[in-house]
């Protein structure tokens, strides 16, 4: 089975950044695109961010754009959400997962904006 992890989310003040990975252990990383999703407490998991195989095409949320930068390196089978000028409303727990979804569902990694 094809899996991912998420890891790099963290506690960070309003306007601080982090950087966000998504690793894969399979082999087939390179043939589907990849989305970034982010579920915050008693909202439904939102598509935060995606890009294709090739890594030729991205799309944003509106809310993120300008501030969000999806990119991946399919030599290292990782894909990353580099996040800048964070916001409170931003906090949620992200998950990575392929475009079509054939992978199961991770932990995801929790990011919390705060002052």
């Known amino acids: 089975q094809v899996q991912l992890a998420e890891s790099g989310g963290g506690l960070v003040q309003p306007g601080g950044s982090l950087r966000l990975s998504c690793v894969s252990s399979?082999?087939?990383?390179?043939?589907?695109?990849i989305g970034w999703y982010r579920q915050a407490p008693g909202k439904q998991r939102e598509l935060v961010a995606s890009?294709?195989?090739?890594?030729?095409?991205?799309t944003y949320v509106d809310s993120v754009k300008g501030r969000f930068t999806i990119s991946r390196d399919n030599a290292k089978k990782t894909v990353y959400l580099q996040m800048n000028s964070l916001k409170p409303e931003d906090t949620a727990v992200y998950y990575c997962?392929?475009?079509?979804?054939?992978?199961?569902w991770g932990q995801g990694t929790q990011v919390t904006v705060s002052s």
């Open positions: 997962n392929f475009l079509p979804r054939v992978a199961a």
């Open positions: 399979g082999s087939i990383f390179s043939i589907y695109g």
């Open positions: 890009i294709s195989s090739e890594g030729s095409s991205r």
